[in-house]
């Protein structure tokens, strides 16, 4: 049964890079509507998942189509191998199946929570990182996800640029030490690290 949306998730012309509530948009959802939306989340669940491109693997966990479409189309064009699931369930499957370098997921998802689905990962021996997306902004929520082992935490609304860099220090965090000092490019007593572009002086 698909649960009706009672807000739109919406980029605005002045703060593209960030989400929105839209309560103007009420209207009941005409079966039309609930149809298409069935399709689409039909189609998700039922394509394959394809084999990754080299990029860092990310793993998008969210029932709302819209945040999903987004967010995935954000981190594809900033160079990430993208997969997304609507369900708990899908993501400890995919976990099992593509192996991603991180995932970011929804609490409030339709059958399993977020916080069961990183329990049952943890309990099944998958340390992968782990960034909360959620409306669930109480800090009680907050801290359970980070005790849970959590690596990071973002409320809705939310900015892409801040998700984008979060999951970029996330990834680097969990880097092997090969592969960070990598991202490092050393010219004399100056060393620049590619990816946040910041230039330090060697003692």
Excluded at 3 to 16: E, G, I, Q, S, V
Excluded at 27 to 33: V, Y
Excluded at 94 to 107: G, R
Aim: aromatic letters at 4%; glycine letters at 6%.
């Amino acid at each position: 049964m698909i649960r009706p949306l009672r807000h739109r998730w919406l980029a605005t012309p002045a703060r593209p890079a960030s989400f929105v509530l839209d309560d103007t948009h009420d209207e009941t959802p005409t079966s039309a509507t609930m149809d298409g939306a069935s399709d689409v989340r039909e189609a998700r669940m039922n394509r394959p998942i394809e084999p990754s491109t080299g990029a860092p693997r990310i793993l998008v966990v969210d029932d709302e189509d819209a945040i999903t479409e987004l967010v995935a189309t954000t981190l594809r064009y900033e160079g990430f191998d993208v997969v997304a699931v609507a369900s708990g369930r899908e993501a400890l499957s995919a976990v099992e199946e593509y192996q991603p370098d991180i995932v970011i997921l929804d609490v409030m998802l339709g059958d399993i929570d977020g916080f069961d689905v990183i329990r049952r990962m943890r309990a099944n021996g998958h340390e992968v990182p782990v960034l909360f997306l959620s409306a669930a902004d109480a800090t009680e929520d907050r801290v359970r996800g980070l005790t849970l082992g959590g690596d990071d935490y973002i409320c809705k609304p939310f900015s892409l640029a801040e998700l984008v860099a979060r999951v970029r220090v996330v990834l680097r965090r969990h880097a092997p030490a090969s592969a960070e000092n990598g991202s490092k490019l050393a010219v004399a007593d100056l060393e620049l690290n590619l990816d946040t572009l910041e230039v330090r002086r060697n003692q």
